[in-house]
């Protein structure tokens, strides 16, 4: 076949973007010849934590032998016999490094191929001598079932007799002949439970989705002037069963325990820690070996969906932290994939991270690329996740990040930008926002790297939103001081203001802050149990009134006292304790407001949304400000008292002149506060203050935000 000539019979490519004509919106090109019959929906899944040593024996001899009688049974068919289930578009495009929906040709697919149900192999090893697929259908033998060469460093097997849950691994000769540590599929669909690390035949296919409504019109609760409230969820430690040795709760078992409370709390998105496979539970998911596998810890693939299917139906976006920053040289894993740095640069200067005894994947190589930009897409396409949160964003700009002098290789041009991986973050968001219009992706990135969220037609990145690092800093170090000390610093709190327009910016207190000997957020505030409590009621008040989107990490919407355990779960019972079930409280009823009042979402990116009142009242520890939506959106009014003391007859400067309701007190009974405040208004008139045609004299409880709004 020519450069150019297509056989529809042969290819499984839908043609989409620059790879030729689009499709109708939820249409598909054939993916296989003959139709592939739809899994069961109620395929068992696996209980999260480890399987007892001897459960596993029993479970891995009896499915070696199945496995065996019915690859055995269809041995009158010879692999050999077959014909490609490849097209030659396929091979092609995967040698460009463009093939957009690449987990269609690569990976394990259970067919029906020339009239016989089996599984289709196929990988990318172009420096191998010989690639085998072997499991215990044929005893790990790499002899055994050898596959075929078609082209662009592509081996393809069709094995007949094998389905869902085979397990798999390929066996690699170099070039050298030496044969290499048996190595799991990267583009596999599923995998063992750890410590084991096989992979495992997953059909992914002919899910039912439920969330059409929600697909619609997400696109509107993904934008820059919608409310945005994530909370962020480490789902191993979310939650435990303990009638089952505390194991990790189940996607299924989180489609309605943590949907239903995250629904509750007002939030508007739910952010999973990284849920591709991961070898080590230390890591936290952060050091992937399976960037197509949902982690079997709490389940198989379409368990995860009733999870993702589940919020949708609730309201609530699913966001993914998404890795492409670095991978682990786990003997299983993408490293030295054939025999040659394949994945990763091959200078350890370029290819290794010292911070985390990572590689680093080679972002000039383009099947290299193709292989990370079609992963993040595939999580959009196939789980239905609403956006990818892009984990170590600046490690990847920067060639010289963490590295001495002499230890990083510079680009053409003599700096330290990485022109390959910059390219590759434009190329992931564009080429995932055309194929799923209305999705969200969110950088971490914490240097001044410009036009982060610009999109890249204007010469940006492409991503949606950025976290403010910045902004975070400053502001836990301001309420973590003593507050005699807060005059010299009030500055922090401000200096966001100077730049909080740049960027699409999101307000993120993390898993980080809460890790690695930092302790609590609770934690860090100064004083007696009642002052932290009151602080970081004020943070949040702060936090939930300053432009930004909203992010908290799981824990401290109650205030969580001991820093975060990945082991353990949250500790639940202290919501029986009046403090930490005020500080929900008061979480709940920061989200309500902040999605039910336009001026404090509707222009969380632009300077016109935001205006001082009282920005250098250092020696009270006060700050004051407007929040401004659209017209007609009647404005809020946010006072911060960072002081410990009660101000009375405080002279305020307002918009206006007229009642203004008190809308939130953060020092109210209910949330645990001393019920200091104005009896639930105040009224301004002149003479005015601060600027203000109007001004109003209130009191300022300690350690306090109060919101203030026009009267009706």
């Given at each position: 076949?020519?450069?150019?000539?297509?056989?529809?019979s042969r290819?499984?490519?839908?043609?989409?973007?620059?790879?030729?004509?689009?499709?109708?919106?939820?249409?598909?090109?054939?993916?296989?010849?003959?139709?592939?019959?739809?899994?069961?929906?109620?395929t068992?899944?696996?209980?999260?934590?480890?399987?007892?040593?001897?459960?596993?024996?029993?479970?891995?001899?009896?499915?070696?032998?199945?496995?065996?009688?019915?690859?055995d049974?269809d041995?009158s068919?010879?692999?050999?016999?077959?014909?490609?289930?490849?097209?030659?578009?396929?091979?092609?495009?995967?040698?460009?490094?463009?093939?957009?929906?690449?987990?269609?040709?690569l990976?394990?697919?259970v067919?029906?191929?020339e009239?016989?149900?089996?599984?289709?192999?196929?990988?990318?090893?172009?420096?191998a001598?010989?690639?085998?697929?072997v499991?215990?259908?044929?005893?790990?033998q790499?002899?055994?079932?050898?596959?075929?060469?078609?082209?662009?460093?592509?081996?393809?097997?069709?094995?007949?007799?094998l389905?869902?849950?085979?397990?798999?691994k390929?066996?690699?000769?170099?070039?050298?002949?030496?044969t290499?540590?048996?190595?799991?599929?990267?583009?596999?669909?599923?995998?063992?439970?750890?410590?084991?690390?096989?992979?495992?035949?997953?059909d992914?296919s002919?899910?039912g989705?439920?969330?059409?409504?929600w697909?619609?019109?997400?696109?509107?609760?993904?934008?820059?002037?919608?409310?945005?409230?994530?909370?962020?969820?480490?789902?191993?430690?979310?939650?435990?069963?303990?009638t089952?040795?505390?194991?990790?709760?189940?996607?299924?078992?989180a489609?309605?325990?943590?949907?239903?409370?995250?629904?509750?709390?007002?939030?508007?998105?739910?952010?999973?820690?990284?849920?591709?496979?991961?070898?080590?539970?230390?890591?936290?998911?952060?050091?992937?070996?399976?960037?197509?596998?949902?982690?079997?810890?709490?389940?198989?693939?379409?368990?995860f969906?009733?999870?993702?299917?589940?919020?949708?139906?609730?309201?609530?976006?699913?966001?993914?932290?998404?890795?492409?920053a670095?991978?682990?040289?786990?003997?299983?894993?993408?490293g030295?994939?054939?025999?040659?740095?394949?994945?990763?640069?091959?200078?350890?200067?370029?290819?290794?991270?010292?911070d985390?005894?990572?590689?680093?994947?080679?972002?000039?190589?383009p099947?290299?690329?193709n292989?990370?930009?079609?992963?993040?897409?595939?999580?959009l396409e196939?789980?239905?996740?609403?956006?990818?949160?892009?984990?170590?964003?600046?490690?990847?700009?920067?060639?010289?990040?963490?590295?001495?002098?002499?230890?990083?290789?510079?680009?053409?041009?003599g700096?330290?930008?990485?022109?390959?991986?910059?390219d590759?973050?434009?190329?992931?968001?564009?080429?995932?926002?055309?194929?799923?219009?209305?999705?969200?992706?969110?950088?971490?990135?914490?240097?001044a790297?410009?036009?982060?969220?610009?999109?890249?037609e204007?010469?940006?990145?492409?991503f949606?939103?950025k976290?403010?690092?910045?902004?975070?800093?400053?502001?836990?170090?301001?309420?973590?001081?003593?507050?005699?000390?807060?005059?010299?610093?009030?500055?922090?709190?401000?200096?966001?203001l100077?730049?909080?327009?740049?960027?699409?910016?999101?307000?993120?207190?993390?898993?980080?802050?809460?890790?690695?000997?930092?302790?609590s957020?609770?934690g860090?505030?100064?004083?007696?149990?009642?002052e932290?409590?009151a602080?970081?009621?004020?943070?949040?008040g702060?936090m939930?009134?300053?432009?930004?989107?909203?992010?908290?990490?799981?824990?401290?919407?109650?205030?969580?006292?001991?820093?975060?355990d990945?082991?353990?779960?949250l500790?639940?019972?202290?919501l029986?304790?009046?403090?930490?079930?005020?500080?929900?409280?008061?979480?709940?009823?920061?989200?309500?407001?902040?999605?039910?009042?336009p001026?404090?979402?509707?222009?969380?990116?632009e300077?016109?949304?935001?205006?001082?009142?009282l920005?250098?009242?250092?020696?009270?520890?006060?700050?004051?400000?407007?929040?401004?939506?659209?017209?007609?959106d009647?404005?809020?009014?946010i006072?911060?008292n960072?002081?410990?003391?009660?101000?009375?007859?405080?002279?305020?400067?307002l918009?206006?002149?007229?009642?203004?309701?008190e809308?939130l007190?953060t020092?109210?009974?209910?949330?645990g506060?001393?019920?200091?405040?104005?009896?639930?208004?105040?009224?301004?008139?002149?003479?005015?203050?601060?600027?203000?045609?109007?001004?109003?004299?209130?009191?300022?409880?300690?350690?306090?935000?109060?919101?203030?709004?026009?009267?009706?």
């Amino acid at each position: 076949m020519r450069r150019g000539d297509f056989d529809a019979s042969r290819s499984r490519i839908r043609l989409t973007g620059n790879h030729g004509p689009a499709l109708a919106a939820g249409t598909r090109a054939p993916r296989f010849s003959g139709a592939p019959l739809p899994p069961s929906r109620e395929t068992p899944g696996f209980l999260a934590g480890p399987m007892p040593k001897r459960e596993q024996g029993l479970m891995q001899h009896s499915q070696r032998r199945t496995l065996q009688t019915e690859h055995d049974k269809d041995r009158s068919h010879a692999p050999s016999q077959f014909g490609s289930v490849l097209g030659e578009l396929d091979v092609h495009l995967i040698a460009e490094g463009r093939h957009g929906r690449l987990w269609d040709a690569l990976g394990a697919h259970v067919i029906t191929h020339e009239d016989v149900r089996g599984t289709q192999f196929a990988v990318w090893a172009p420096n191998a001598q010989r690639v085998s697929v072997v499991g215990p259908f044929n005893d790990w033998q790499g002899g055994a079932d050898v596959m075929q060469q078609r082209g662009a460093g592509v081996w393809e097997l069709f094995l007949p007799g094998l389905g869902e849950g085979t397990l798999y691994k390929y066996e690699i000769v170099d070039a050298a002949g030496n044969t290499l540590p048996l190595k799991a599929d990267p583009m596999g669909f599923g995998s063992q439970h750890r410590p084991e690390n096989a992979s495992v035949v997953r059909d992914i296919s002919g899910y039912g989705w439920h969330d059409a409504d929600w697909m619609a019109a997400r696109a509107a609760r993904n934008a820059p002037d919608a409310p945005v409230s994530i909370y962020e969820v480490h789902l191993g430690s979310w939650k435990r069963d303990h009638t089952q040795n505390g194991r990790p709760i189940s996607y299924r078992e989180a489609a309605t325990q943590l949907v239903d409370y995250v629904a509750d709390m007002g939030f508007t998105h739910i952010e999973l820690l990284p849920i591709a496979e991961y070898p080590f539970d230390g890591s936290w998911g952060y050091q992937p070996t399976g960037l197509f596998a949902p982690t079997v810890r709490h389940g198989p693939p379409h368990e995860f969906r009733d999870l993702v299917d589940a919020a949708h139906r609730k309201g609530l976006g699913v966001l993914l932290d998404w890795v492409p920053a670095h991978f682990p040289s786990d003997a299983h894993g993408l490293g030295q994939f054939d025999g040659t740095a394949l994945y990763e640069y091959a200078d350890p200067r370029e290819g290794f991270h010292r911070d985390w005894n990572t590689l680093i994947y080679d972002f000039g190589k383009p099947q290299v690329v193709n292989f990370l930009a079609a992963n993040a897409r595939y999580w959009l396409e196939e789980y239905h996740a609403d956006g990818l949160r892009v984990d170590a964003v600046a490690s990847m700009l920067y060639r010289d990040y963490s590295r001495n002098d002499g230890a990083w290789v510079a680009n053409k041009d003599g700096g330290r930008e990485n022109y390959e991986a910059i390219d590759l973050l434009r190329r992931m968001n564009a080429e995932a926002q055309e194929a799923m219009p209305g999705i969200m992706t969110v950088a971490e990135e914490s240097t001044a790297f410009p036009g982060v969220s610009r999109p890249v037609e204007q010469g940006g990145l492409g991503f949606g939103f950025k976290w403010n690092m910045g902004w975070m800093h400053d502001t836990l170090s301001y309420v973590a001081m003593d507050p005699i000390y807060r005059q010299h610093h009030h500055h922090q709190m401000t200096f966001g203001l100077t730049y909080a327009f740049s960027e699409n910016f999101i307000l993120a207190i993390s898993h980080d802050e809460v890790v690695h000997g930092k302790g609590s957020l609770l934690g860090k505030m100064p004083g007696s149990d009642w002052e932290k409590f009151a602080n970081l009621r004020a943070y949040y008040g702060f936090m939930w009134g300053h432009p930004g989107k909203k992010l908290l990490f799981m824990g401290q919407e109650f205030a969580q006292p001991t820093e975060w355990d990945f082991e353990g779960e949250l500790p639940w019972h202290l919501l029986k304790q009046p403090d930490h079930m005020g500080m929900r409280s008061l979480v709940r009823d920061l989200n309500r407001l902040y999605r039910e009042l336009p001026a404090l979402h509707r222009r969380d990116c632009e300077a016109q949304g935001f205006e001082w009142i009282l920005a250098d009242a250092a020696a009270e520890n006060v700050f004051a400000w407007v929040r401004k939506g659209a017209e007609g959106d009647d404005p809020v009014v946010i006072v911060c008292n960072f002081s410990p003391v009660t101000r009375g007859d405080f002279e305020l400067g307002l918009p206006h002149a007229g009642v203004w309701r008190e809308i939130l007190n953060t020092d109210a009974e209910i949330y645990g506060g001393s019920g200091a405040g104005n009896m639930g208004q105040v009224e301004a008139g002149a003479p005015g203050a601060q600027g203000r045609p109007a001004a109003t004299r209130m009191t300022l409880p300690p350690l306090s935000t109060i919101m203030l709004t026009p009267a009706r």
